[in-house]
């Protein structure tokens, strides 16, 4: 978008190839957030936990946080004190709340709300591929495909600009949609495949069966550019499409169309199959990832013009935002913080001895369950996120945060979060301040400061800098974003994101860069990966198989419905921001417990009627709206409001084991009627 700052700050779309001139709602609406009236203007600090926020100097609320941390790490050491990230943050204050994390503080408990998103997808991809970029291939390739496969993803909800992109009826391409409800997106799809919630593992072991039996996969490739396909094959045998059929309830005409689709688009200008949250974010979100990679390699898709395969990143750094180190496990440049080398070379840019660098901490569901508990972080400092509203089982995250001895929360608004803190710090906003930002296609993108942030707010460098002067480094926390950038470049060199050849001034000329950009390389960096080769030591891609599994919590006679969550048009994640615009607020004033009218009927509820949503972990309530677009086994909730109307006061955090993942996708419970 452009911004013009003459008479307040006017949004006008660019004609950029993502978007081509298009935003959404929330773009048209996002000025409305710089208006003084709906922000945090002033630091505010409670003296006790019982006594109310109140107004005082950013020097009082700086030495209060600085002392706290001392108290705290004095008495219990460093790992007392965590840090909560967001995949928000510019990919400078990724890289440099990551070192404050790890050098000013000394801790190894650092994750971020990204952890919620794009976990599954990111090891799915590490794993197959040796890398992790949401689309490895610009976005325009999705606008000539012949066939576009979106699992468990709504964009035209979710992503308009996105969705403009895709298939239209008429236009002689094919769009395949799985997902348990009739969404927008799936309303337009050539072939609607609706799973039962927890079953897109199963789903997708039955498309790669009927690709094998069918004579559909690419063996010539399969061969040249892969290894594990005997073993996908075998688990892919025991998934015949009656079976699969039985497990997600999608009939077996309907998954052999789609396979039909998927084969014939590959000599109509290419295939892709593409991941969202609604694969990814459960208790074996990982493997459902691999499973539909496996698909994609069988096709003989990743690596070929305007094929692939790839998951669809959903916050606004997604990507650049988990690649810098505010991730538990991770180093700058997407280096693995376990790895020697990569210690010794961040180690080196930051001047530090590598064996004072802390190893690997508590991933995001891990981290918020042991706050304040024996042996778990006692104070904790937020940028930019709202786990109060955001993270799964939220009830318990919100008596995790009652225990610590100190919170302190940096953010835009006076979020649910920050409410419950000891200390908070009004930041300035994304018209307000420079930095860079890395889109879904892993394209690197400058932004510029439009306008000066009100009096009395600070960016979040300038906060994470006073901290760690205060802290006792002089040294080292600029906040400056061109002087950050520049140490991010040094030390992401050499990793799996490379942004050491991203040059400042082709990126304010817009000019575009895609990461892995080494020095030396071509400027443009590498918009398209996997061309030649993989980036796995051997240089092939990896099938990795595993059985489908239930999900972590299944139905039963008390709790006799899925529960399913996900965005909306209006809004946004937990809505601390987008709650407060006029305009968006207009449009989606509330939630609402979308369900079956056959299911209202048992409940003898009717339209607009209030609802409880009930689980084994708590109670939400909305109003029901009544849709013959959802399954009658399965009910559907925003997860974008707070106190009682949080989704994620019901949600499981059954964790995926090898992402951190939680299961917000699916769980078990039963409606009431909320009577007075």
Excluded at 129 to 153: E, H
Excluded at 365 to 374: I, K, M, S, V
Excluded at 389 to 407: C, E, I, K, N, T
Excluded at 453 to 464: A, C, H, K, M, S
Aim: charged share 25%; proline share 9%.
């Amino acid at each position: 978008m452009w911004l013009h700052p003459d008479d307040g700050v006017a949004v006008e779309p660019r004609d950029f190839p993502t978007n081509r001139g298009g935003l959404c709602q929330k773009g048209w609406a996002a000025a409305e957030l710089l208006d003084p009236g709906v922000r945090l203007a002033t630091p505010l600090m409670r003296d006790r936990r019982d006594a109310p926020l109140r107004p005082v100097t950013w020097d009082a609320a700086l030495d209060r946080i600085a002392a706290e941390v001392r108290r705290i790490r004095d008495a219990h050491g460093p790992d007392a004190v965590a840090v909560f990230g967001g995949g928000g943050l510019t990919n400078e204050k990724a890289y440099l709340l990551g070192k404050f994390a790890r050098v000013a503080l000394g801790t190894a408990n650092i994750d971020y709300n990204g952890r919620f998103c794009m976990s599954s997808a990111a090891a799915a991809a590490g794993r197959a591929f040796g890398i992790d970029r949401g689309l490895p291939f610009p976005l325009t390739d999705v606008g000539t495909a012949g066939t576009v496969m979106l699992v468990g993803a709504n964009p035209a909800e979710t992503m308009p600009p996105l969705a403009g992109h895709l298939p239209r009826p008429g236009d002689g391409r094919a769009l395949v949609v799985a997902d348990p409800r009739s969404t927008p997106t799936a309303r337009a799809a050539t072939v609607h495949l609706q799973p039962a919630p927890g079953t897109d593992l199963a789903l997708a072991y039955g498309l790669l069966h009927l690709v094998i039996a069918r004579g559909l996969a690419d063996h010539a490739y399969i061969a040249a550019r892969t290894t594990g396909f005997e073993e996908a094959r075998r688990v892919a045998a025991g998934y015949w499409p009656a079976r699969v059929e039985r497990i997600t309830g999608v009939p077996a005409s309907a998954l052999e169309t789609a396979v039909e689709l998927l084969a014939a688009g590959r000599s109509r200008g290419g295939t892709l199959v593409l991941t969202g949250r609604g694969a990814e974010q459960h208790s074996k979100g990982t493997d459902t990832v691999h499973a539909f990679i496996n698909l994609a390699l069988a096709l003989g898709l990743p690596g070929r013009p305007g094929c692939g395969f790839g998951s669809l990143t959903g916050q606004g750094n997604g990507q650049g935002g988990r690649e810098h180190g505010q991730k538990a496990d991770q180093l700058p440049g997407y280096r693995r913080i376990d790895d020697p080398d990569a210690r010794r070379h961040v180690a080196r840019v930051w001047g530090v001895d590598e064996a004072d660098l802390p190893g690997p901490g508590l991933p995001a569901r891990e981290l918020l369950n042991a706050l304040g508990t024996p042996g778990g972080p006692r104070a904790l400092l937020v940028f930019g996120s709202n786990p109060v509203v955001s993270a799964p089982d939220a009830g318990r995250v919100q008596r995790r945060l009652a225990a610590l001895d100190f919170l302190a929360v940096t953010d835009l608004v006076r979020s649910e979060t920050a409410e419950h803190a000891d200390v908070v710090l009004p930041a300035a906003q994304w018209a307000e301040e420079d930095g860079t930002m890395t889109n879904l296609e892993g394209r690197v993108l400058l932004r510029r400061r439009a306008v000066d942030p009100p009096p009395g707010v600070r960016t979040d460098l300038e906060v994470i800098s006073a901290l760690a002067r205060r802290l006792g480094h002089r040294d080292g926390f600029p906040a400056d974003p061109a002087e950050v950038f520049a140490e991010l470049r040094r030390a992401s060199a050499g990793g799996v994101a490379d942004y050491s050849g991203v040059r400042p001034d082709r990126l304010a000329a817009g000019e575009p860069v895609y990461w892995p950009c080494p020095a030396g390389g071509p400027p443009e960096g590498t918009p398209r990966l996997f061309a030649d080769r993989f980036c796995t030591p051997d240089g092939r891609a990896r099938f990795v198989a595993a059985e489908h599994r239930p999900a972590a919590e299944e139905t039963d006679e008390t709790f006799p419905c899925h529960l399913t969550t996900g965005r909306i048009l209006a809004q946004y994640q937990s809505g601390a921001q987008t709650r407060r615009s006029p305009t968006l607020r207009e449009a989606a004033p509330e939630p609402y417990v979308e369900m079956h009218p056959l299911l209202a009927e048992r409940l003898g509820c009717a339209d607009g009627d209030p609802v409880r949503v009930v689980s084994r972990r708590g109670t939400a309530r909305a109003p029901a709206r009544l849709t013959e677009r959802i399954r009658l086994d399965t009910v559907f909730m925003p997860f974008h409001w707070a106190g009682e109307q949080r989704a994620n006061l019901v949600t499981n955090s059954a964790p995926d084991p090898v992402s951190g993942m939680p299961e917000f996708k699916v769980c078990a419970v039963r409606l009431e009627r909320d009577r007075p």
